[in-house]
């Protein structure tokens, strides 16, 4: 297994991450923004947290802490549910399309939407926010609401149904529905998850370089890197 490689990936998909997100953190942190109107609970949260915007290393460096962690949080997420595709823990494959070989398709779990087909345990009554979540969902794709990226903005809210799932079995990694660290870790996903050579799509990539075959795996563990958040935000 070529360690450097798995080496490289980490470093270049937390650059990435962290990337994608301080855009999304300063945007959070401004009252003014769309993304602040939208989330208001979740950014005065954040926003309660920030030094002044008038005293600019504190406030960059708070910008910084906020953007490590959650790009920390979501790399650790899509290596989990890489995991959880390739060894059928996800019914319908989150990050994988439905061939788990198959390094350029859509998620399968959009692709199913786009068919109208939802996993009930995750979609279904027992989490009312995920009930929610379809209905927006559906709407978006058949253009109801509209939307610059309808397919990018369907699959982000397609990710965060499967982390309100996932939370009963990994708190460790995947908060709460319904609170403020839960609507702080979606506010702050990453966005253009599918786009060619976003983390996501390298992710799979670098697994199935690295790995042996899916059917050799079955019993052993994905080797992926997992990181380890080192600040406190």
């Not at 504190?58 to 920390?72: H, K, L, M, N, S």
Request: charged share 25%.
């Amino acid at each position: 297994m070529n360690t450097n490689q798995l080496q490289q990936f980490a470093a270049d998909a937390r650059r990435a991450l962290m990337g994608a997100i301080e855009p999304r953190v300063r945007e959070a942190l401004d009252p003014a923004s769309a993304l602040y109107a939208d989330n208001r609970t979740a950014c005065e949260h954040l926003r309660g947290a920030a030094p002044s915007a008038t005293d600019h290393k504190a406030f960059d460096a708070y910008v910084e802490q906020v953007t490590e962690r959650y790009a920390y949080r979501w790399f650790n997420r899509i290596i989990a549910f890489r995991y959880m595709d390739v060894h059928g823990y996800t019914v319908t494959p989150v990050v994988s399309s439905a061939d788990p070989k198959n390094v350029n398709g859509l998620p399968e779990i959009l692709t199913a939407a786009r068919r109208g087909e939802y996993d009930e345990r995750v979609f279904g009554p027992a989490i009312r926010t995920n009930e929610a979540i379809r209905q927006r969902v559906e709407a978006i794709l058949d253009g109801d609401i509209t939307t610059a990226d309808p397919q990018g903005a369907a699959y982000g809210l397609l990710m965060a149904a499967a982390c309100n799932y996932w939370h009963t079995s990994l708190p460790f990694l995947f908060d709460e529905p319904n609170t403020i660290e839960g609507t702080i870790d979606v506010v702050l996903m990453p966005q253009n998850l599918l786009a060619d050579g976003s983390p996501l799509r390298e992710a799979i990539k670098v697994s199935m370089r690295c790995g042996r075959s899916e059917r050799q795996r079955r019993n052993h563990r994905l080797a992926l890197p997992v990181l380890h958040r080192t600040t406190q935000g």
